[in-house]
């Protein structure tokens, strides 16, 4: 911890970590994590700041206090423990992203069967097609330990309508305009990769025409929702 | 917000209120819905108005009072959200079908498996043949912001005994002839399309015939449950 | 409610009353019975009696004085609701197997899957070999509204060491010394016919040896658990 | 019960009986047990002695005290119900791997299938190579009331660096430096036992290459978590 934060950027990092805490509890309710994997990022608006999930704590054990504070580099400013060890990631996207304000990785079950064969998962329903306006993209197989996981993911999403990508062999990153909206395209992401999965073991999908995936996608972008 | 509802509709709109807003719980429960997806209806004995889950509201923050009150034509009588994205498909099923005093709306994970295939579910179990009389049968594909869907759910309903269709690429509409009735078929129709979809994952299905299916179907809906 | 009983029947029948009721939470736990479909019944010590769940009533609702008392024909003797309509399937089942203290049905959903093949689970888990001494059997297509099904529930078991029947294209039916060792048969029927099942979507099972199924459920049924 | 402890063995032994005790929850809650299947033990530090589950006791009954204190041949020392009927094979592996500290045994749902098919699940998630450092093993067929099953376990694990193993047609153990990292790999066997099985439902796996597999496990086993 090397600086301190004050003013109206210290109420909004405080904001973000018992939002970010409070989020990881979804990850559970949905049963997109096991044990301690799994992590969810908020940025810190008005600052070059993010708040993620402190590395091999258990879910339960999850408080404002205990989140990290990282700069846009992934330097720690506020934590007693070491970040998640996905953080690099997370950092990356929130470099290389301007527009995304939260960041969620799982290895959620259907969406790591898809991806353990590097798979996109298609288009074929029209909740999918609402929120990720085509097929769930797969990345790059990467490995942990310098900005691969990050390239691959801003990479792949860049050319993509999804909030989700997959990564080959490994699992889920979804992102979203703050950390709530990227823990729903997480908790969307394995409920259509398992929808799709059990249909197509059950014989031939039925595809939805390109420009009614694209009416639909409108719509839900533009309309869904209390405004 | 136009008109004032008093006298004896305004007790049991109130009444149709507490009802649909619990019964949303057992979509939770039964894991029928992920996120804020999902919805139920219940028409409001003796007036032409029906209660609606509002859009896009989690479903632990409903109450009574958030719910939605709704002319048959979709038009909002009473309510600070906005009602359900699927309100005109509810509206037209309580219009042309008056017998119906409840209706569900999910994305269930195995009828959504065989709506993505427009493969009705068939009729093998005797718990399938007193719910539903026969095969789950499937709807046309049709997009949202018309009166399609409401078409193709009264257009397949009306020639099957089934309370549940499944629309193809979408999802299940249940009916019923209250709300409960209706969460009822949703919930009969997820566990017979995931006990069916396992069936046939390991082998030929032993059919149930079409006589002893109209048996079970005639005492169930006459004798069981209490009187 | 014909009969007035008191003295040491009165006790026994109160206890069993206690016993039925709490045991239908252990279907829900183990998710063997969706709304209101199952029962679990109990044979009244020393009397020609047993304690059933009513019909239709949901699971949350159910108390000890709710459940239904019944002569081994089936008649009700103490209770306000109808008895469970699969009353007459335990009822025959109590006449026929006198060592049978509790009788249990679900429509669990990987027990159904191989009902709706009629086809039995083999044997492949030492676990299977100590609870069922052999592959779960299958009965025969039984209507309801008459003995059918009780007749085929005792053809079927009086055959095997099995202790739970898969009822083709219905259901479970489990029997055991007593209401709670009927609830662990069908919890454990369903655990088995669900990794079996999963085991052969996979490829080839490895079978078990029939000596050694033998040896695994001697030892089994004389020496596990408490003395 | 035949020796009497105190001094410091009686704190750690007092230690391990709540950890014991309380980590069997984490066994319902991954749904990797049903009944009173499945159980953990932990070895006492500095002592011969550790602590497992009585045996036939429901899970919502465990408590510390109830815990059962054996010797490393498997004599009980402590404790009034009878120990688990896998105590043996807990006690072989203790006396054979002076650096295990924790077992668990289970017969979780998506391992039991892998083993009935006597196949190792091959390593094609980042989390696996992580945890497992390559494939989880499959030890012999063995039969429950001599040293078989123990020596199975050790010498399928001696050999690999998966801290579980899958028994042929019975369940998975699983060790740990204590009792806690054991029941840490029985969630991750079955989590990565059920993603690769439906991975592989769905068409071909991508291996992973073995170069890095062994830099994943490498890094995992030495900077993740906290220090």
């Not at 909004?12 to 301690?36: I, M, P």
């Not at 990153?173 to 990769?193: L, N, P, R």
Request: one cysteine or more; aromatic letters at 6%.
């Amino acid at each position: 911890m090397t600086t301190t934060i004050d003013g109206p950027v210290r109420e909004a990092v405080d904001r973000v970590r018992v939002q970010v805490a409070a989020l990881h509890a979804q990850l559970v309710r949905y049963e997109l994590v096991v044990w301690t994997a799994g992590n969810v990022s908020g940025r810190v608006p008005g600052s070059d700041l993010f708040v993620i999930k402190p590395s091999g704590v258990e879910y339960d054990e999850l408080t404002p206090e205990s989140m990290i504070v990282c700069t846009l580099d992934g330097e720690v400013v506020e934590g007693e423990h070491s970040p998640s060890s996905d953080t690099a990631a997370h950092a990356y996207v929130y470099r290389h992203m301007p527009e995304v304000g939260g960041v969620v990785h799982t290895h959620s079950t259907y969406a790591c069967a898809w991806a353990a064969r590097a798979e996109p998962v298609p288009c074929v329903l029209t909740a999918m097609a609402d929120e990720f306006g085509g097929p769930i993209p797969v990345g790059p197989f990467a490995l942990i330990g310098n900005d691969d996981i990050g390239i691959g993911i801003v990479e792949t999403l860049k050319d993509s309508r999804s909030p989700a990508v997959l990564m080959q062999n490994h699992g889920v990153f979804s992102i979203g305009k703050d950390a709530k909206a990227a823990v729903k395209a997480a908790v969307m992401c394995e409920d259509v990769a398992r929808s799709v999965h059990i249909a197509r073991q059950g014989g031939e999908l039925v595809p939805i025409p390109q420009d009614d995936i694209d009416r639909l996608y409108d719509r839900y972008q533009n309309v869904y929702g209390q405004r």
